[in-house]
């Protein structure tokens, strides 16, 4: 079993949709999570950076962290053409742990 | 967000030869720089944590001797790809950790092609 499992997709949804991107953990020791963004053919960009559980919002963007389900998901709302892209969780213990990535969820948002 | 940048973005060469890319922290200081690999339409693959001034910890199945890895400053790591083949051929991507929040920030990656 991989310690973070994502759907690969891809998910398709028009434009203004509110998408729901999910990743489930199995490493109770994870504290950190975080959601990057990846176009195609560039470097992972962070966009959300949680820390236990919670809601953090940041514009069009909310992540939601369950640590009693080991549930993370990211909600974009009002989605548009330029949110296509692959979305990668990824979670940590903290300290100088290593990061481990979900293997990305493609979306894409049709005009 | 800091900013971290990585050189040449695109790099094609023969087989044999070696190839170095380079990773830069921009605007804060990284004790511990990343690299990664990621082949087409996969994740991430962590290849090894380089930490300023010490020797890179590998990950398992990665040769330590074809990756040459140098964490020469707290703004910049090397990864050289030594005695390059067409299997080497990967994305390469390098992260460096900041604290405040304690995360990672990603360069843009270096395409490369071993021909």
């Known amino acids: 079993q991989k310690e973070v499992e994502q759907d690969p997709g891809p998910l398709s949804v028009p434009e203004g949709a509110i998408v729901s991107l999910n990743c489930t953990y199995s490493n109770s020791a994870f504290q950190y999570f975080m959601w990057y963004r990846q176009y195609s053919r560039k470097g992972p960009e962070l966009l959300m950076y949680t820390y236990s559980s919670g809601n953090k919002e940041d514009g069009r963007f909310t992540a939601q962290v369950d640590k009693s389900s080991k549930y993370i998901s990211l909600f974009i709302r009002d989605s548009q053409p330029s949110d296509s892209a692959t979305y990668l969780c990824a979670s940590y213990s903290g300290g100088y742990q290593k990061v481990t990535f979900g293997t990305g969820t493609k979306l894409q948002v049709i005009p | 967000g800091a900013v971290v940048s990585q050189h040449p973005s695109r790099v094609i060469c023969k087989s044999g030869t070696s190839v170095k890319i380079e990773c830069r922290s921009l605007d804060f200081q990284a004790t511990t720089m990343f690299w990664y690999r990621q082949f087409p339409k996969q994740s991430l693959m962590l290849m090894a944590t380089s930490n300023e001034g010490s020797k890179a910890t590998y990950e398992q199945g990665v040769e330590k001797d074809k990756f040459l890895i140098n964490h020469a400053s707290l703004t910049l790591s090397t990864l050289t790809v030594t005695s390059a083949h067409p299997e080497d051929s990967s994305f390469y991507i390098c992260?460096?950790?900041?604290?405040?929040?304690?995360?990672?920030?990603f360069g843009p990656g270096t395409r490369l092609t071993v021909l």
């Open positions: 992260s460096a950790r900041a604290t405040g929040p304690d995360t990672q920030y």
